[in-house]
């Protein structure tokens, strides 16, 4: 394979679109999570020019930035999200952090990596929803499995699943996920069968993956939800171990913006 222009920067336009050079290690580098093989795309490009290589890197780093987006939009449907919310704009003033634990680490994600749950906790209305859905369209933008539901939902689909005999199914696919969003924990009553199956989950979850609580109530009414005082408690052992609370305190913004004043 040969070249004329290899003492260029770039070769000469082709098709009105310039192609940069590059080298073997970079092209290697970059097919490295696309279905090729290695041996043979090695030997091939041992003998090509900066140019050629150039013109290889390009289309790998294409690729490569394809799968990426691809990917990203694939978590973003199968996360099942009610409502596009993200993160700028946010209205910050009704959350309250810990102490040794702010809006930067939030931010940042690392939670998730290190398999930490999140209680969001306070008045209605005051953003727990909105911020817990802006987490997890960041996460599926960082290529973050991520899986969304209310309580009520999620014992539902688990209820179903066990009736159709396929539970074991269904929590492998919800195991797949590295973060749970559990929305609205308390807003309805939940019999003791569905109880235990939320507690399958969050037990099954424990040091393995994050799980994003929201929820309108304090730990000690917790037992009221799961209608049993000592699987309430085995629950909030497992949060509070890995976990951290965000309170939220205000006045509702449906309220503050409604049309019925």
């Known amino acids: 394979m040969t070249d004329t222009t290899t003492q260029e920067s770039t070769s000469r336009p082709r098709g ?19 279905p090729l093989t290695r041996n043979v795309l090695k030997a091939t490009v041992q003998d090509a020019t ?5 013109l290889l890197a390009d289309l790998f780093r294409a690729e490569n930035l394809s799968r990426e987006q691809s990917k990203r939009l694939r978590l973003l449907k199968q996360a099942n999200f009610p409502q596009a919310k993200e993160l700028d704009g946010y209205d910050w003033s009704t959350t309250g952090f810990p102490d040794d634990w702010g809006r930067g680490n939030l931010l940042t994600l690392d939670f998730i990596e290190h398999a930490q749950d999140l209680v969001l906790y306070g008045d209605v209305g005051c953003g727990k929803t909105h911020l817990a859905i802006a987490l997890g369209r960041q996460a599926c933008r960082n290529n973050i499995p991520t899986m969304f539901s209310t309580a009520a939902a999620l014992i539902m689909t688990l209820r179903k699943a066990k009736q159709d005999n396929r539970l074991d199914r269904e929590l492998d696919r919800i195991g797949k996920n590295r973060l749970l969003i559990i929305d609205e924990l308390g807003y309805l009553p939940i019999d003791i069968d569905g109880a235990r199956l939320l ?12 799980i994003v609580f929201t929820s309108n109530l304090e730990f000690s009414r917790w037992g009221d939800v799961f209608g ?3 699987m309430a408690a085995a629950v909030i052992d497992r949060i509070v171990h890995h976990g951290r609370i965000i309170r939220f305190h205000g006045e509702s913004y449906r309220s503050t913006h409604s049309l019925m004043k």
């Open 50 to 54: 900066p140019g050629q290589l150039g």
């Open 228 to 230: 049993d005082g000592d």
């Open 16 to 34: 009105g679109r310039t192609v940069s050079k590059s080298t073997i290690e970079e092209v290697m580098e970059l097919s490295r999570n696309l």
């Open 199 to 210: 507690f399958q989950i969050i037990a099954d979850s424990y040091e393995r993956r994050s």
